[in-house]
């Protein structure tokens, strides 16, 4: 059984940078493509960034630019660098496995105000 453990969310000033981190259980990551999603209440689920199991990455428009999604197969974890933090980046922060997802952790807040 696969667990992804989330961590590394907090509250920041917009332009601050933050790191969040994703550990992955019972599975090696490399072999999957992982992502982050991220979620504010009353709305969908959105994607984020993801990153293959080859090393290629995707952003969304809005995260483009700002956003990283460095992965550490040694490790068993997928980040998430944050930079220049904008109030609207505030949200739930989920990170998953596959494509579509099967696997998700339980979140990190990002707050930014």
């Known amino acids: 059984h696969v667990q992804l453990v989330e961590s590394g969310g907090g509250s920041v000033q917009p332009g601050g940078s933050l790191r969040l981190s994703c550990v992955s259980s019972?599975?090696?990551?490399?072999?999957?493509?992982m992502g982050w999603f991220r979620q504010i209440p009353g709305r969908e689920r959105e994607g984020v960034a993801g990153?293959?199991?080859?090393?290629?990455?995707s952003y969304a428009d809005s995260v483009e630019g700002r956003f990283t999604i460095p992965r550490d197969n040694a490790k068993n974890t997928v980040y998430l660098q944050l930079d220049s933090l904008k109030t609207e980046d505030s949200a739930m922060y989920y990170c998953?496995?596959?494509?579509?997802?099967?696997?998700w952790g339980q979140g990190t807040q990002v707050t930014v105000s």
């Open positions: 998953c496995k596959g494509t579509p997802p099967d696997n």
């Open positions: 019972g599975d090696t990551i490399g072999r999957y493509c």
């Open positions: 990153i293959e199991s080859d090393g290629s990455t």
